[in-house]
């Protein structure tokens, strides 16, 4: 069966520290992997997606990237975090021949 | 206009009653469309996702599709405590692979 994992579970980062976030998924190949942002009370927004090694597209402008290394490897960053950046961090992937996403248990980023 | 709109709630339902949740968007020409929970604190999970119009029935969950009217909706049969979470509407774009979420309903089942 597939599984998917994030780590660090939780952060709390100084203002205009840099940020990894990992996302890895097992038991699947070439899945597409999606980095969403949930901030308090808000919906999940989406902030990159990738649909093979290599490749990401950004959905929304910001001090945020994406990288995927490896097939079943996702790493948001940044260089500088922003107050605003502050959220829970979530990680999805979808087989890539069917729709629906999975999501990993998340990240929760606390900037200070 | 948002994209995809729930009633943020909170959806108050006595234990044992039916919770109906609704959802509306606004492409015509979405195909696909998702249920998620979401406990507090916790990452969502799929419940069920339906593509066709009319009903789908996966145990007490029940998804609804009225494509015409552009709305999906959710109904949860004999509610339970633990059915008390944040419930997420997802659709299908017209970009394949990409889903629009809702805000999320409340729904908190009372004993």
């Known amino acids: 069966s597939q599984t998917i994992h994030q780590w660090p579970a939780t952060l709390v980062q100084p203002v205009g520290s840099p940020l990894s976030l990992e996302c890895t998924v097992e038991?699947?190949?070439?899945?597409?992997l999606y980095w969403y942002r949930q901030a308090a009370g808000r919906g999940l927004q989406l902030l990159f997606y990738s649909v093979g090694i290599g490749q990401i597209s950004s959905e929304v402008p910001q001090n945020l990237s994406a990288s995927r290394p490896q097939d079943r490897q996702f790493i948001l960053s940044s260089k500088k975090l922003l107050l605003s950046d502050s959220g829970f961090y979530l990680c999805?992937?979808?087989?890539?021949?069917?729709?629906?996403?999975?999501f990993g248990p998340g990240t929760r980023l606390l900037v200070l | 206009q948002k994209e995809v709109e729930q009633n943020s709630g909170p959806l108050s339902v006595p234990e044992g009653a039916i919770a109906s949740l609704n959802c509306t968007y606004s492409?015509?020409?979405?195909?696909?469309f998702f249920w998620y929970r979401q406990y507090s604190g916790k990452s969502p999970e799929l419940i069920m996702f339906i593509y066709s119009n009319g009903d789908k029935e996966d145990g007490r969950f029940t998804a609804q599709l009225n494509k015409a009217s552009q709305y999906v909706s959710l109904l949860i049969r004999d509610s339970q405590p633990s059915d008390s979470a944040t419930y997420l509407c997802?659709?299908?774009?017209?970009?394949?692979?990409?889903?629009?979420f809702g805000a999320g309903t409340q729904v908190v089942v009372t004993p």
């Open positions: 997802a659709v299908n774009l017209r970009s394949w692979g990409k889903l629009q």
């Open positions: 999805a992937w979808d087989s890539g021949t069917q729709e629906t996403q999975y």
């Open positions: 492409d015509r020409g979405s195909q696909s």
């Open positions: 038991g699947t190949s070439n899945p597409n």
